[in-house]
């Protein structure tokens, strides 16, 4: 009897709790919302989460509804496949306790509900007064920052309440506007937040105890990816810091072998999870180089608000003080002069952490926050060194309780051509409303890869650029890059060049500003199709009817004069079916523009997983592989010398009107080795994600560095997904390991590809497909495929997809025929291509018995 009297009690007790609808009956108590949901759910990472409706005040102005696609990059079916919509100001009345912070967090998937049109969806978020978001589009930022999906975290002061309102509030500025949301998280968190030293006022502090923030960024400095599931308790999510890090000079990451304990000593162990602590980035082993330059991270964040910026350290390697010692600057001032960290926590494996108070302004060029430290150089200290362990950046409510910022606000244009494209799925040469984003040549999406690891990644307000330069703060002429000032003549019009030689520029057209700005409107804001790391694309048309893209030149971009003239270089001198076309460029009055060819179809990365796009069928993908394959070939051994594209990734190939590929964007391209040598020594720059691993180990470039590359472009075509996916768990945040995890583990690929593809792909060309990926991405360039390999067998898996039976006969007979059934072959277009000069020297050679024995394998396509 008395067994069940213990057994009973505590049944009630829960019964109790279950009626109750406070939600923090204790700390660790959480309330996770799917908006729009009957039934509730389970998310990927384990999480329950319950339906929202007995949280409204009123649901007589909302109704449920489910997301009509499912975006391959979303983290989660639950909560963003459901979703709650408001016509009307409609309130979520939450019960807490009063004098607790609590985080809450909102998910937007902006696609389309009950037929409403996701780009009519303007509205404000206003919790207990404090205005979260106002006129916020979900559609626009997603756009913007290239996700499918948004997520924003704040946390909110303590309260003088026992109850959170959270109204959403469709805006009146814009008709047949709603609001709606997919998940809210409403959790207690203890009190991470003191005072911060205010930077270039060291007497003077920012009290943030009473403050409401939104969390901007949180790194992982030198780590991985930390999922929500994997914090110390607060289901907050780090992010790799590689994106942010500035220039080339990303330094070294490290992390504490497994001999060393992380002690936390009087640091609650909840403040940062201990992985955190057991990685770093420092600035590497050669001291001599630390001395001139900065370890700098760069962040895009809103003006006129005040930020709170919290670094975390631990220091894993130095003993003694003065081991280590740094000067901490941010936005160019000095925050924190001389930083020891063992003289701070007394220990090595203790972990701390220093918070920053910075207020930016609204100014030209102003809206960036840049976090540098620097080796203290008058200390003396043993090592010329810095570290970081980790880097929070939140944003401060001003002082009307705001903490909403702009829209990004991609161009009109932007937002047709896409609408245009879902509609027209199939190209037409005489279309003359054929108008899907192109021309990006040369990066613009280029920003795409890394808006995908961000959680708030906030665009600059975009303002219109007068009508005057006002370039001379930001455009070095370097006195030993070998330009020379020349004079050029257009259309009877003189232009002073002062960046681009005779050389360079001789062999395409020099175009004056006035012809650019004639082209575009003036730069006109509604002629915006792009905008990447070298600045913003544009749509133009020259003389008189011919479309093209212009690329001009961003004062604040970090690519500048080195990459204008590389680009010019390369494409002046290359002429391929599968490049871009350079047509001229401009550089007069401190302007900076390139002229490409416009590509009506844009990029491939937004055909395979941003969303808006129609699927490509597995045929297309894999003749765009190819198409691309092809160029980079040409890069490889069709030019007089080898050229290493060194940035090959889906944004940078672009399609034109007839879905031919052409390889985009060589301003970070450089010329191979000479024939006595192997590699290219030289900094490492591309993309992360891309990256051959080799290079960065070796900082040794080959040809074979392009074919990794190559390689996770072939895994994103087939999976759909990005590179790079930071909401993903921490074995699946990167593509390309995650594939290679799948092979070690043997599980079947029909697993990680795009759910649209399944049962479409023939199961010989899927094997002969991943078989050549995989090989892309071994560890070591001498294990990879030549260009030439990787473009016959793609060659060869399109032969299998197409007719497995026929080109199983096609090969059998072939082996009996003579040199003339290769003009007959399915796979003479890979002769045509591997041409040993410019697509312009290509002739018929299919004559040639020389030629018919260096090409045997095509006749009888077995495989590489």
């Not at 060194?385 to 903490?403: A, H, P, R, V, Y």
């Not at 330009?483 to 395409?508: F, Q």
Request: aromatic content about 10%.
């Amino acid at each position: 009897m008395p067994t069940n009297t213990h057994i009973l009690f505590p049944l009630v007790c829960l019964c109790f709790a279950l009626c109750t609808l406070h939600v923090s009956s204790s700390d660790s108590d959480s309330l996770i919302l799917s908006c729009g949901s009957s039934s509730g759910g389970v998310g990927d990472d384990g999480r329950k989460w319950e339906p929202d409706s007995k949280y409204l005040v009123s649901s007589g102005n909302s109704i449920p509804a489910e997301a009509q696609y499912q975006d391959p990059s979303l983290p989660s079916k639950t909560p963003y496949l459901s979703a709650r919509i408001f016509t009307s100001e409609s309130t979520y009345k939450i019960s807490v306790k009063p004098k607790k912070r609590y985080w809450v967090r909102f998910h937007f998937y902006p696609s389309t509900y009950s037929s409403l049109d996701p780009s009519d969806a303007f509205f404000s978020v206003i919790a207990n007064g404090v205005t979260l978001l106002n006129n916020f589009s979900a559609s626009i930022t997603a756009k913007a920052l290239t996700q499918a999906y948004i997520f924003r975290e704040y946390s909110l002061a303590p309260l003088n309440s026992d109850h959170l309102n959270i109204a959403f509030k469709p805006s009146d500025k814009h008709d047949g506007a709603f609001a709606f949301v997919n998940g809210i998280e409403v959790s207690p968190m203890p009190d991470l937040f003191d005072s911060a030293t205010l930077v270039g006022f060291s007497d003077q502090s920012v009290e943030s105890q009473s403050a409401n923030l939104q969390t901007m960024f949180r790194l992982n400095v030198g780590g991985q990816y930390i999922s929500a599931s994997n914090d110390s308790g607060l289901t907050r999510t780090w992010y790799d810091d590689s994106p942010y890090l500035d220039a080339a000079a990303i330094g070294v990451t490290d992390e504490a072998s497994k001999n060393v304990t992380i002690h936390y000593k009087d640091l609650p162990a909840h403040v940062a999870p201990v992985d955190v602590y057991r990685t770093l980035r420092s600035m590497g082993p050669e001291y001599e180089v630390n001395k001139n330059y900065n370890l700098t991270w760069v962040f895009r964040v809103d003006g006129n608000f005040t930020y709170l910026a919290r670094l975390h350290f631990c220091d894993i390697q130095s003993t003694k003080i003065n081991q280590v010692v740094f000067d901490i600057f941010i936005n160019n001032q000095t925050a924190e002069a001389n930083a020891d960290v063992i003289a701070w926590t007394g220990a090595i494996a203790v972990p701390m952490y220093k918070d920053y108070a910075i207020y930016v302004s609204d100014g030209q060029g102003d809206e960036e926050l840049r976090v540098a430290l620097h080796p203290s150089i008058s200390m003396k200290p043993e090592f010329y060194d810095s570290l970081l362990n980790g880097l929070e950046i939140f944003k401060l409510n001003d002082t009307t309780g705001n903490l909403a910022g702009p829209n990004p606000e991609p161009s009109a244009m932007l937002a047709k051509a896409e609408s245009e494209a879902a509609k027209s799925f199939a190209p037409s040469k005489s279309s003359s409303n054929v108008t899907v984003i192109g021309g990006a040549a040369g990066g613009a999406a280029a920003f795409g890869i890394v808006a995908a690891l961000c959680i708030a990644v906030y665009q600059r307000k975009k303002r219109v650029p007068g009508t005057e330069s006002n370039a001379s703060s930001w455009l070095p002429i370097y006195g030993n890059s070998h330009t020379t000032a020349s004079k050029s003549t257009i259309s009877g019009k003189s232009t002073t060049s002062t960046h681009v030689s005779s050389r360079d520029g001789g062999n395409c057209r020099h175009f004056s500003l006035e012809e650019i700005k004639q082209a575009t409107k003036n730069f006109d804001e509604s002629y915006v199709i792009g905008v990447g790391g070298f600045g913003k694309v544009y749509k133009g048309v020259i003389d008189g009817t011919t479309k093209v893209a212009i690329k001009r030149s961003n004062p604040s971009s970090e690519q500048g004069v080195h990459e204008f003239r590389t680009e010019i270089e390369m494409l002046s001198k290359l002429r391929h079916r599968h490049l871009v076309s350079l047509i001229g460029f401009c550089d007069e009055d401190n302007e900076m523009a390139l002229v490409y060819d416009y590509m009506a179809y844009g990029t491939l990365r937004e055909h395979l997983y941003k969303g808006n796009k129609p699927h490509l069928s597995w045929k297309q993908r894999l003749e765009i592989c190819i198409g691309a394959a092809r160029g980079l070939h040409y890069l490889h051994t069709g030019a007089k010398y080898i050229i290493i594209h060194r940035d090959v990734k889906t944004t940078n190939i672009l399609l034109d009107e007839n879905w031919v590929a052409k390889v985009s964007d060589f301003g970070l391209s450089k010329t191979g080795p000479e024939l006595n040598q192997t590699h290219v020594s030289t900094v490492v720059k591309g993309s992360f994600g891309y990256l051959d691993p080799e290079y960065y180990r070796r900082q040794q470039l080959t040809e074979k560095s392009d074919v990794y590359s190559f390689g996770v472009v072939l895994f994103e075509v087939l999976c759909a997904r990005p590179a790079l996916n930071p909401s993903l768990s921490k074995e699946q945040v990167s593509l390309a390991d995650w594939a290679l995890h799948c092979q070690r583990k043997g599980t079947n690929i029909e697993d990680i590809i795009d759910p649209h593809l399944k049962g479409k792909i023939k199961p010989e060309c899927l094997k002969k497909f991943t078989e050549t990926a995989y090989k892309c991405l071994s560890d070591q360039g001498i294990d990879r495929p030549s260009m030439g390999d990787l473009l016959w067998n793609l060659e060869f898996a399109l032969q299998l997809q197409e007719n497995l039976e026929d080109a199983k006969q096609d090969s059998g007979s072939a082996e009996n025929s003579n040199s003339g059934e290769l003009h007959n072959c399915p796979m003479r277009l890979h002769f045509s291509n591997l041409s040993l000069g410019s697509e312009n020297d290509i002739s018929e050679q299919s004559d040639d018995s020389n030629t018919n024995a260096i090409f045997s394998q095509i006749v009888n396509p077995k495989g590489r």
